[in-house]
């Protein structure tokens, strides 16, 4: 039986302790066991077990012409994503922050796509997106243009699956935006009008200084996010056609639950897990500068 | 004195959970079956299975790509508590036997007092025991056997005026002639998706005298028979084909023919039924089944078993895992499975059962004797590592599409073939 005295002087230990071991074994371990995994080759095929081969996968790996592709494709996709995200982001912000009627009711509309779910936002983008019968297509026939292939090109997909990605994601740009602009302290402008600035110099010159910091913090929220789609990816291509939207993610996961070659797919997501690591370091350190 | 009655609740709550295990007396089994028309049939009856013979089974069910991701991370983990599963002897049953998940069936069927005699295991044509064969013994029951058909629109070739084609040469020509996208109609549609596109290319491939592989030389995707039926199914799906055909595997084919987006698929033969039903096809009543038309070489279409079951060999009630096997697998569910949902089964005895006979389509029963002799046993690459081989080919297959066939084909299958031979000789098969 336990001591209750124990339990009071252990108060403190005791009651994080389910967290933390929570944290523990669902986070952790499955990193420090996959960062093991990319030190062995262990391929199902061969029906061998894991062997350590120090950093002979990792060679293996980046001699791989399809890796170096998956991750030009991350790349894109996550510039392409998260640069038209910030802009109209920024600029829907711009527009919320002042008072108008019916503000509230946008706001509202804007949140719906962040509050769906990816896989159904997929499913529902591959109907639009069908050449035949879909609701782009139609779209643009209506406006006297060319209809695309959009998903089913290997020129168009990645952008048709970045605009998926904007659609989903601007509104979140615009609310981190938001209560940054709400959060600027009047003073700034009160002395810039004084001194008879015009509206683009207040906007360039005192708005984007202030706010620098609070974008730069949406961008990395936004860029870690976007370097590990893999939702709408999956739904909607599967990393078609051919290889054409094979991002990292997606490579990794055709090599561990396709190609059952789990030592490659590990070396692949720690690639990934850096690239994330170090951009969010990156930005960090912008970020700190901005303030000094 | 309040603090420690609320210790001793916690205690005796977790003794409970870790108890909780200890309660369960029945006999249970867990069996893992796919997505396929095979497990509608089967489903509804295991109630009845339960009440026989006192044993719960618990089904879960998966799509096919999904269940061999949860078999193989279950069984490589091996602390797997599934007994029975259906499997695709093709696709992962190398794999599987290689890694000793199978259990070995054959010590089961020759002991007369685990298989009675009125299973007849011999009703399972050589051809298909066959392919569930390794090193001599028998590791899964055959379950069902497919083969690539023509769908076509009777409606259609009736207006035009057509027969079903009966070559390449006849079917371009009523593709071309169907041909009208205007109108929401396309010739014809066919895999075109990576991976998924190759075993329904695999006998456009055959009929250009082409293979995958051959004995003791690896991947043969490069010869000059092979590049011609990559640019002949590349340069059809492309010129008549529906737009975004290198998305589309067969749910999506599929789906345009029930929409009656296409005049004619070619795919394989167990998809009459969903075709043919009213409340999911809006052309049900207009589709007919041709064989497979022949190409420069003859007429050899895949004719496969698609789908098997098997006992793992991790099961802790083997015994219990093998007489539901069994029972899934006997004649009076084959026939069941044929005339109620058309599927075609692996039994060879069920075709001349008189309710089958009367019950099933007369055209695709037709197909099913014809392909019998001429079939060939595999519809893709035999080796151990066939998903990243079917990906690697099916780049081929992709790129003809999107060039319509003048691309650097041969390139491309030469990058293949080096592909595959690395896959076969790490796992040691060439």
């Known amino acids: 039986m336990l001591d209750s005295r124990f339990v009071d002087r252990h108060i403190r230990i005791l009651f994080p302790l389910p967290a933390l071991l929570f944290i523990a074994i669902m986070m952790v371990f499955p990193i420090l066991y996959t960062f093991s995994l990319s030190f062995t080759t262990w391929n199902l095929a061969s029906g061998m077990p894991p062997r350590f081969v120090g950093l002979n996968t990792y060679i293996e790996v980046l001699k791989e012409p399809r890796f170096w592709a998956a991750m030009g494709r991350t790349f894109y996709f996550t510039f392409l994503a998260v640069g038209c995200e910030t802009i109209l982001g920024m600029i829907w912000a711009l527009i919320l922050n002042r008072e108008f009627f019916g503000k509230e009711g946008i706001k509202l509309l804007l949140l719906l796509p962040l509050v769906s779910t990816p896989v159904a936002i997929g499913i529902a983008w591959v109907l639009f997106y069908e050449p035949t019968i879909g609701l782009a297509n139609w779209a643009l026939k209506s406006l006297g243009l060319m209809p695309l292939k959009w998903i089913a090109d290997q020129n168009t997909v990645i952008p048709s699956l970045v605009l998926v990605d904007i659609w989903q994601w601007t509104p979140m740009m615009t609310l981190i935006f938001l209560a940054g602009l709400a959060s600027l302290s009047p003073e700034p402008y009160e002395s810039a009008r004084v001194d008879g600035a015009n509206g683009w110099q207040i906007f360039w010159h005192i708005t984007v200084p202030m706010v620098v910091p609070i974008i730069l913090t949406g961008i990395v929220l936004r860029s870690i996010d976007a370097f590990k789609t893999y939702d709408i990816i999956y739904t909607m291509t599967n990393g078609g056609p051919g290889f054409a939207s094979e991002t990292l993610n997606i490579y990794a996961y055709n090599l561990s639950f396709n190609y059952f070659r789990f030592g490659h797919a590990a070396v692949v997501l720690f690639f990934l897990f850096l690239i994330v690591l170090s951009f969010s370091f990156l930005v960090n350190r912008l970020k700190d500068r901005g303030h000094g | ?430």
């Open chain 2, 1 to 430: 004195m309040k603090r420690k009655g609320q210790v001793f609740v916690l205690c005796f709550l977790v003794l409970a959970i870790l108890a909780g295990g200890g309660f369960a007396q029945q006999k249970t089994l867990r069996v893992l079956l796919a997505n396929h028309p095979y497990m509608e049939v089967l489903r509804p009856l295991i109630a009845e299975y339960e009440k026989q013979t006192g044993t719960k089974v618990n089904v879960e069910s998966y799509d096919e790509n999904q269940l061999t991701q949860k078999l193989t991370t279950e069984f490589a983990t091996r602390s797997s508590t599934m007994d029975v599963f259906m499997t695709r002897p093709l696709q992962e049953g190398k794999l599987f036997f290689k890694n000793g998940w199978y259990e070995n069936l054959s010590p089961y069927l020759k002991d007369s007092k685990k298989t009675p005699a009125s299973y007849n295991f011999a009703d399972y044509a050589a051809s298909a025991v066959s392919a569930v064969t390794h090193k001599n013994d028998v590791y899964t029951i055959p379950l069902v056997t497919e083969w690539e058909v023509l769908y076509y629109r009777t409606d259609l070739f009736k207006k035009a005026n057509l027969a079903p084609p009966k070559n390449f040469d006849e079917l371009i020509a009523a593709a071309k002639k169907l041909h009208d996208p205007k109108n929401g109609v396309y010739g014809i549609v066919s895999r075109g998706q990576r991976g998924a596109a190759v075993t329904q290319f695999s006998s456009y491939l055959y009929n250009y005298g082409g293979d995958f592989i051959q004995e003791g030389k690896g991947a043969v995707v490069d010869t000059p028979q092979a590049i011609e039926a990559f640019k002949f199914y590349g340069r059809m799906l492309a010129e008549y084909g529906p737009p975004g055909v290198t998305n589309m595997s067969w749910a999506q084919c599929m789906a345009v023919f029930q929409a009656g987006n296409v005049a004619m698929w070619t795919d394989a033969s167990v998809f009459l039924g969903n075709l043919k039903d009213p409340s999911k096809s809006k052309v049900a009543d207009n589709v007919g089944v041709a064989m497979f038309p022949a190409g420069p070489k003859g007429n050899s279409p895949y004719s496969v078993v698609s789908w098997g079951m098997a006992v793992s060999r991790q099961s802790k009630n083997k015994d219990e895992a093998y007489k539901f096997l069994l029972w899934a697998t006997s004649r009076e569910i084959a026939v069941k499975a044929m005339v109620d949902k058309g599927i075609t089964m692996a039994r060879t005895s069920v075709w001349k059962d008189p309710g089958v006979q009367k019950k099933f389509d007369p055209q695709l029963a037709d197909t099913a004797i014809k392909v019998g002799p001429i079939g060939k046993p595999y519809d893709r690459p035999l080796m151990t590592a066939v998903g990243e081989a079917r990906d690697a080919i099916g780049e081929v297959i992709v790129l003809s599409i999107e060039t319509k066939g003048t691309g650097d084909i041969a390139g491309a299958a030469k990058k293949a073939v080096q592909k595959v031979n690395e896959l076969l000789k790490n796992a040691g098969e060439l």
